[in-house]
């Protein structure tokens, strides 16, 4: 049975499974709950969080049209997203199989629910959920494929990292790069770097290009999409104490040439570490960093709330309410006639209670008295000593 790729046809999905035991089965929960003493998003929460996960679906049309690796990539962080929502009290991870299979089976990607192995599956969504890294629940779904491609999806080094395909060492002037330097060059370029490779990966399949070109382009690809890839590596360095690489930089290079040639700078010291420290850095960086009681998907919603522009939270049926509030606030110091400075700082301060609320998953109620609109306090300027 197919059922639509929307809440309304999750919700169908879960009640057809779990009718028969349960009277809310098809129903948004309205408690609280967790695992491993991380929250899941809050009830007030879960219709919103619920509507972003499937808009997102929807708007890569349902990942049909993609390169195996590509798909499962997409696939995987879809589940890690609908996990973070939780929506249901009971029978979350038997719904979202089932949904990940038609999805599967629709895009041309078949797998079997059978051959999902459980212990990949658990530690995928365990580790998903505390670090907001899909790549454990992406690889438990891609290994339940029908058919796979021999091709390599990436090429791992120590811990996990990925790494890139095998290279003569590049030629040129090398310059000395500095980690932070490195991370902002990464900040820049990866984005640009993701679509090139695809792009290359997808001419090479379309053009019938050798198959160990297609191999290292696929090897490209999954590093530069990688969670533990170029970005992870510069801070495991950092972490090691060490300040800077030495790479061929030239202004001529492509996004995808600028982030090859940073990654290879990056693998060369990485190589130079000493393997038991690397392996107690590694393990160190893995640790989940959200203390108890916290939920990753609320603190990545309140970053989102804080990054954007007021025309976008209102765009976001997750944090229009939120933005309501600020406006109104704005609005109603303006009314009292306070200068703009005075608006602006209201309208700050709103903004951060707005985004503590929303970490924490308390409901938002806009007559609060933190929301009145009143201007925020700061302490008189102390007065001058002027008998000196």
């Known amino acids: 049975m197919d059922f639509p790729l929307t809440p309304d046809g999750y ?23 967790g695992k491993g003493g991380s929250l899941f998003a809050a009830a007030p929460y879960v219709s919103n969080g619920l509507d972003a996960v499937f808009k997102d679906l929807n708007g890569k049309e349902g990942f049909r049209g993609l390169p195996r690796a590509e798909f499962f990539d997409r696939l995987g962080n879809h589940m890690n997203e609908l996990n973070a929502v939780h929506p249901f009290r009971e029978g979350n991870g038997r719904t979202m199989r089932v949904h990940a299979a038609q999805i599967a089976r629709q895009a041309g990607h078949p797998i079997k629910i059978a051959s999902i192995d459980e212990r990949a599956w658990m530690d995928g969504s365990r580790h998903g959920f505390t670090t907001g890294d899909h790549r454990g629940l992406s690889a438990a779904l891609s290994a339940a494929a029908v058919t796979r491609d021999l091709g390599p999806e990436a090429r791992m080094g120590p811990g996990g990292m990925a790494m890139l395909p095998p290279r003569d060492p ?13 991370r902002e060059e990464l900040d820049k370029y990866m984005p640009p770097a993701r679509a090139e490779a695809a792009d290359r ?26 969670a533990k890839g170029p970005v992870y590596q510069s801070h495991l360095l950092t972490y090691l ?11 001529k290079q492509t996004p995808m040439e600028r982030v090859r040639e940073i990654g290879s700078a990056l693998a060369v010291q990485i190589n130079m570490q000493n393997t038991a420290q690397l392996q107690r850095a590694i393990r160190a960086l893995e640790k989940p960093i959200l203390p108890p009681g916290h939920s990753p998907a609320h603190d990545r919603l309140a970053a989102t709330f804080l990054k954007n522009s007021p025309d976008k939270n209102l765009a976001d049926p997750r944090l229009a309410p939120a ?10 110091a303006r009314l009292r006639g306070d200068s703009s400075k005075t608006v ?14 929303i ?4 409901p ?14 700061t302490p008189a300027p102390p007065t001058k000593d002027r008998t000196r």
């Open 170 to 182: 590049p030629a040129g002037q090398r310059y000395k790069m500095s980690l932070a330097k490195v």
């Open 11 to 33: 919700r169908a999905l879960h009640k057809h499974m779990f009718g028969d035991l349960y009277e809310w089965a098809g129903k948004d929960r309205s408690v609280n709950i």
């Open 201 to 226: 990966l997808r001419g090479m399949i379309k053009d019938g290009a050798p198959s160990d070109q297609i191999a290292s382009a696929r090897t490209e690809l999954a590093y530069v999409r990688h």
């Open 323 to 332: 933005q309501a509030i600020v406006d109104a606030a704005m609005g109603a």
């Open 241 to 251: 104490g060490a300040r800077d690489v030495e790479a061929v930089i030239s202004p």
């Open 359 to 362: 970490r924490s998953g308390e």
């Open 364 to 377: 938002l109620d806009p007559k609060a008295p933190e929301f009145v609109g009143k201007a925020p306090t």
């Open 344 to 357: 602006d700082a209201v309208g700050e301060a709103t903004r951060k209670t707005i985004a503590g609320k």
